[in-house]
């Protein structure tokens, strides 16, 4: 996204991203399958308890509240369909150690309201619209079950940006814009600079395992 903030087409996910991924991350990603999962599973877990603690923070917001409701359940599916196609392709379940892109740009949301109910709005906006963006990118080049999956989920984080960009401008009418364009520039930061490991929302590994 190179334009005014102010004049996003909020429709699409990927309008709201500074930088695309990187081709080199896709592909990084497709020689480590087994942990890319592992991680996604994660990522779904998360996105489910990142919604309700949402709902826990600002219970006097009762729309917030009824959409986090149906998207956590929708997150908590997502996880049972990816334990799903890890069992069929047999990738074990292990423990991983988080990637830097939740915990820095967690860093970056503001420590007291209005600003931070304003704040975790937009990185929901921007992690879905990530998601989004990378489950279509990865879809055409998985083998058939996994690709009509991730085709899928790209249309639902797609769903799940629309509604948490939504709820953030409601939140903040005229303050969006600006805190949109610094929190969109950490995230592409993120995903797009060389990482140390591989994660679905890291950047492309620094070094290529030989
Ligand atoms: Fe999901
Ligand atoms: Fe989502």
Not at 44 to 62: G, Q, V
Not at 72 to 91: K, N, P
Not at 138 to 164: K, M, Q
């Amino acid at each position: 996204m190179n334009g005014t903030p102010g004049i996003l087409a909020p429709e699409s996910a990927a309008s709201i991203l500074r930088a695309p991924t990187p081709a080199a991350w896709v592909d990084d990603a497709l020689d480590q399958l087994p942990e890319l999962l592992q991680d996604h599973a994660n990522c779904e877990k998360k996105a489910a308890s990142t919604a309700l603690a949402l709902m826990f923070a600002y219970p006097e917001d009762r729309a917030l509240g009824a959409a986090l409701s149906r998207l956590a359940r929708e997150e908590l599916r997502h996880f049972e369909q990816v334990t799903r196609a890890m069992a069929a392709l047999e990738v074990p379940y292990v423990r991983q150690r988080p990637g830097r892109y939740a915990q820095r740009l967690r860093a970056a949301v503001a420590t007291s309201d209005p600003a931070r109910k304003l704040d975790l709005l937009l990185t929901g906006a921007l992690i879905e619209a990530r998601s989004a963006e990378r489950f279509g990118l990865l879809a055409p080049r998985l083998p058939p079950p996994l690709a009509r999956l991730y085709a899928d989920l790209a249309g639902a984080e797609a769903r799940h940006f629309t509604l948490y960009f939504g709820f953030a401008r409601d939140a903040a009418p005229r303050e969006w814009a600006m805190r949109l364009a610094a929190l969109a520039l950490q995230e592409a930061q993120l995903a797009t600079e060389p990482d140390v490991v591989l994660r679905f929302h890291s950047g492309p590994l620094r070094v290529r395992p030989g």
